[in-house]
């Protein structure tokens, strides 16, 4: 009897781990396409006739990964809550998760399109605040931020609706999505910077298109998705926005949203610093900025994963399940993370030169390339675990572990830097994802307790 559970054990292990790499790898390919979009815009400027536009798009970017970043809570709660409805098997509610969404997208995008002057206005003083950036490059950064502001509503939009195809396991439409979005952003880049030369303003505008036609595309998916999963019919108006789903939904955004602006903030805090040290140095950051996000968002394909498995486990009241869930997704994170250790330490070098031109920017940036070359070990709990605490919409303590992450980053960031200069600076950056990944493991067995207390432990329910 205990041979045929072990064997049980055995293959619904291994069936876990299928389905875990099943989501994780195009998950990866879709995660780790975004910085590429990021590492284009810099390939196409370091060949242009406006290189230093480099650190103008790079300064101007904060501004919308900030505003992004914090409103990033719209595709996790999608992805949990929509994981969790799969998980319970209804399906009127995963369609109304996703008409959630795209509606407290659309209205949030509105928002900031409404209000771009005051947040302009706002935020390139703050910007500029003990910065040695040029006045050039404030006019361009400018100029960069008042084209790609229309493209807020889609974007937004587009997260939920990448959320809610995640929870449904089709990250191999979330990949595509990504493809397109990317090659029509590099093919568009070429043409309105190295062809027409705009500078920023074609990097700008190029973004801009992207993320109208990529909202077009992850929608038509998502369309897809319904008519093969009991017809194309939206839910019932009154589910959609009924109050205590609405409450409930605005629990979990309200919580996130405090933790993703924490996030936001340190990747802003970490490139205004940058700019403390000269457009040089700041155009260099940018450009390992890049190759840093590349391998944070390639593992996380594995907590996309995480997800997806931990939420349908929650829903389903699972223990068994929760337990192969974070076991598999995390080995894959792990063993991505040591790959691109690897890569990093064999490639760096070859990377920097293909984003960057010779001379002064590229020379910074081999000189601090060692801590990108490190982060992929350094990163992978804390995305890994960001996975995990999505699915079980645990965001509470989400928020409660980056508030505490938040409050030691910021003064060392001060105290390192001055004493290190951009040395101290990178250091800085390193410690907050070590206490990032750090306060979320303390958390963690809360989420192990609240299934068992409340379902089954079984391997044959699902």
Do not use: C
């Not at 191999?172 to 990317?182: E, H, K, N, Q």
């Not at 960057?356 to 910074?364: H, K, Q, Y």
């Not at 928020?399 to 250091?427: E, K, Q, S, Y």
């Amino acid at each position: 009897m205990h041979f045929i559970s072990a064997i049980q054990t055995m293959f619904v292990g291994e069936w876990r781990m299928r389905e875990a790499l099943r989501l994780a790898w195009p998950a990866s390919i879709a995660a780790s396409i975004t910085p590429l979009l990021g590492s284009a815009d810099v390939w196409a400027l370091g060949r242009s006739e406006r290189p230093l536009d480099i650190a103008a798009v790079g300064l101007a970017a904060v501004i919308f990964s900030l505003v992004y970043w914090t409103f990033g809570f719209i595709r996790m709660s999608v992805a949990g809550l929509t994981a969790q409805a799969a998980g319970a098997g209804d399906e009127e509610e995963m369609r109304a998760a996703l008409m959630r969404g795209v509606a407290i997208a659309a209205a949030i995008g509105l928002a900031i399109v409404l209000l771009q002057r005051p947040v302009a206005a706002l935020s390139f003083p703050l910007l500029r605040l003990g910065s040695e950036a040029s006045d050039a490059t404030i006019t361009s950064a400018r100029a960069y931020f008042e084209i790609r502001i229309w493209g807020a509503p889609f974007a937004l939009a587009t997260y939920a609706v990448l959320g809610w195809l995640t929870a449904r396991g089709r990250t191999d439409y979330l990949m595509a999505a990504s493809l397109f979005i990317t090659g029509l952003n590099i093919a568009l880049d070429w043409h309105f910077v190295l062809n027409l030369g705009f500078g920023a303003k074609g990097v700008a505008s190029g973004t801009l298109i992207a993320e109208i036609a990529g909202f077009a595309v992850a929608a038509v998916f998502a369309a897809r998705i319904m008519a093969r999963e009991g017809g194309f019919s939206l839910p019932e108006w009154t589910r959609v926005f009924d109050p205590a789903r609405i409450g409930a939904t605005l629990d979990v955004n309200r919580d996130i949203f405090i933790r993703t602006l924490l996030l936001a903030s340190a990747y802003a805090w970490f490139v205004q610093r940058s700019g403390a040290f000269g457009d040089v140095t700041l155009a260099a950051n940018q450009t390992l900025l890049q190759l840093f996000l590349f391998t944070g968002l390639a593992l996380d394909g594995a907590a996309i994963a995480a997800e997806t498995l931990v939420g349908r486990a929650v829903g389903a009241r699972n223990l068994a399940a929760y337990d192969i869930a974070f076991k598999t997704t995390m080995a894959i994170a792990v063993a991505g993370a040591i790959l691109f250790t690897l890569l990093y330490a064999a490639f760096g070098d070859a990377a920097i030169a293909l984003l960057t031109p010779e001379g002064a920017i590229r020379t910074d940036a081999i000189r601090y390339l060692p801590w990108v070359i490190i982060s992929p070990l350094i990163v992978a709990l804390g995305f890994q675990l960001d996975g995990v605490f999505i699915g079980a919409t645990r965001a509470r303590e989400m928020r409660d572990a980056m508030i505490v992450t938040a409050l030691v980053f910021f003064p060392v960031t001060i105290l390192l830097a001055r004493a290190f200069d951009n040395h101290g600076l990178w250091l800085a950056f390193t410690i907050y994802f070590v206490l990032r990944g750090a306060t979320l493991a303390i958390y963690l067995p809360r989420i192990r307790r609240s299934v068992s207390n409340s379902g089954p432990d079984s391997l044959g329910e699902t």
